[in-house]
């Protein structure tokens, strides 16, 4: 995901979803600080983060979008 400028990977593993934060070298780090239920649905992924990272939103970086599938 693009969220609001700032670009994530979110990964199912079992029953729990991890998020990283990716660099633009190609590492990628554990965001401890986003926590995403494991309750919540392939489908829900874009609203939730919406909802729980809508502090990060600045008027040049005001949505999410998805960058790979």
Do not use: M
Request: charged share 30%; hydrophobic share 40%; net charge negative.
């Amino acid at each position: 995901f693009d969220a609001y400028g700032r670009k994530i990977e979110v990964v199912r593993n079992g029953e729990a979803w991890i998020v990283f934060y990716l660099g633009n070298e190609g590492k990628k780090r554990t965001a401890h600080d986003v926590f995403i239920p494991s309750h919540v649905k392939d489908g829900e992924l874009k609203q939730y983060l919406e909802d729980v990272l809508h502090e990060w939103a600045t008027p040049a970086n005001s949505d999410i979008s998805v960058i790979d599938s």
